[in-house]
């Protein structure tokens, strides 16, 4: 879904952190205890900021249980443990390196990437959770990436634009704007600009206001979807998305100004 080289421009920082915040849960900034071993010898036993830990073990004989007995150690100071066995860490990488191509969309390596994780699953381990859905970079979608790009295949069509806008009391609190090429890959990565207009008011007026500013440079638009902060998290966080935006739209805490066909038809039933 994601062109090799997606352009990311013009974003608002405040936007962008918010969205982050909201839609991308991060490894790098939780606390927790790595061990590498080779073959079973601990070659390193630490927590990531250097705290005094228990170690209820002092080889590794089986990854999994060996990572929930160090995880329950110390479950007050860790979000969770990581026990990588040396030479299939270093095997997983260099396949990762080489199945790189220049003409790869990036999300789609990144999800070929964490599904070749899942092969390693006896040396790339986490606890609690599998490494494939705790390391990284994960999105909180409530979705498969294969049901996100379905949603794109059935509701957006190529070669326009999709404008999206979260609300907080009356104010902007995110926003953003992708455009999609013909083959309905996403080419650009934006959001509004503050400095054009302030995006005040009702949930109505912001997103006539996004939608105008959007016309001007991304036009056509084909969908814009707009919510109140609150709405947004519940969506998100829904694992049965359809019923969920009817549920939110009939509720109207959440609109769908413009639909595509496709959209409007399951609006219909409401």
């Keep these: 879904m994601l062109q090799a080289y997606v352009e990311m421009i013009d974003i608002e920082v405040s936007h962008w952190r918010n969205l982050q915040a909201l839609m991308l849960d991060s490894a ?7 061990i590498l071993h080779d073959k079973g010898v601990i070659e390193k036993f630490a927590h990531n900021d250097g705290r005094d830990i228990n170690r209820p073990i002092s080889q590794i004989s089986n990854a999994k249980e ?15 443990v990581m026990i990588l066995e040396r030479s299939a860490s270093d095997d997983y990488f260099r396949r990762i390196q080489d199945a790189w ?20 699953d006896q040396d790339i381990v986490t606890y609690p959770g599998p490494a494939k859905e705790q ?28 404008v999206i806008g979260i609300c ?3 104010s902007l609190w995110a926003s953003l704007i992708l455009r999609f090429d013909e083959d309905k890959r996403i080419d650009i990565i934006t959001s509004v600009d503050l400095m054009d207009r302030s995006f005040e008011g009702s949930r109505d007026q912001i997103a006539k206001d996004m939608l105008e500013w959007a016309a001007k440079k991304y036009d056509p638009i084909s969908l814009g979807l707009f919510a109140d902060l609150p709405s947004a998290r519940e969506f998100l966080k829904s694992t049965n998305k359809v019923p969920t935006l009817l549920e939110l739209v ?3 805490k959440l609109s769908v100004n413009p639909a595509t066909p496709e959209l409007s038809s399951l609006l219909a039933n409401i």
């Design 28 to 34: 790098k900034g939780k606390n927790k205890i790595i």
């Design 101 to 120: 191509t220049v003409n790869d969309d990036i999300d789609e390596y990144v999800n070929r990437a964490f599904r070749l994780m899942g092969e390693y």
């Design 135 to 162: 390391l990284g970079l994960q999105w909180r979608l409530g979705a498969s990436y294969d049901a996100i790009k379905g949603a794109v295949e059935s509701f957006v069509p190529a070669e326009s634009t999709v």
């Design 66 to 80: 060996d990572a929930r007995a160090v995880y329950e150690a110390n479950k007050d100071c860790v979000d969770f």
């Design 168 to 170: 907080e009391e009356e």
């Design 250 to 252: 009939k509720r109207k």
